[in-house]
């Protein structure tokens, strides 16, 4: 199965880590900072991305879904369908909550606010 704009389904996350995120305007947002696995069933919970901040200081944390980010090769990053507005309201952890009660917390809270389709059910 491919992506939206047709990308194969397979991908390291070592080429995943570091890649810039941008919104639906083409505004820089931050990069992925991490990928969180749900071991028990193989799938992909959220993109951690990292926005805000100096050096690490102050940033912000966000469990993006995995399946709204699309990789833009014009712009060398992941576009997510989203709002300046949307991200801004959008859920904001630190890496301990991220992976607090197995990152279930962080997961609903992210695919309620951003409105996708849970993949678990």
Same mark, same amino acid.
């Given at each position: &199965?491919?992506?939206?704009?047709?990308?194969?389904?397979?991908?390291?996350?070592?080429?995943?880590?570091?890649?810039?995120?941008?919104?639906?305007?083409?505004?820089?947002?931050?990069?992925?900072?991490?990928?969180?696995?749900?071991?028990?069933?193989?799938?992909? &919970? +959220?993109?951690?991305?990292? +926005?805000?901040? +100096?050096?690490?200081?102050? *940033?912000?944390?966000?469990?993006?879904?995995?399946?709204?980010?699309?990789?833009?090769?014009?712009?060398?990053?992941?576009?997510?369908?989203?709002?300046?507005?949307?991200?801004?309201?959008?859920?904001?952890?630190?890496?301990? *909550?991220?992976?607090?009660?197995?990152?279930?917390?962080?997961?609903?809270?992210? +695919?309620?606010?951003?409105?996708? *389709?849970?993949?678990?059910?």
């Amino acid at each position: &199965m491919t992506t939206v704009t047709g990308h194969t389904e397979a991908i390291p996350a070592s080429r995943v880590i570091g890649t810039n995120v941008y919104n639906a305007a083409g505004e820089s947002i931050g990069s992925i900072e991490d990928v969180m696995l749900e071991k028990t069933s193989n799938d992909i &919970m +959220f993109a951690v991305v990292g +926005f805000g901040g +100096f050096l690490g200081i102050g *940033e912000k944390y966000h469990a993006v879904p995995w399946s709204t980010l699309d990789y833009d090769t014009r712009l060398g990053g992941y576009v997510v369908p989203f709002s300046t507005d949307q991200l801004k309201a959008a859920p904001a952890y630190s890496v301990k *909550e991220l992976t607090e009660d197995d990152g279930r917390a962080a997961r609903d809270a992210s +695919f309620a606010h951003y409105q996708v *389709e849970p993949y678990w059910h």
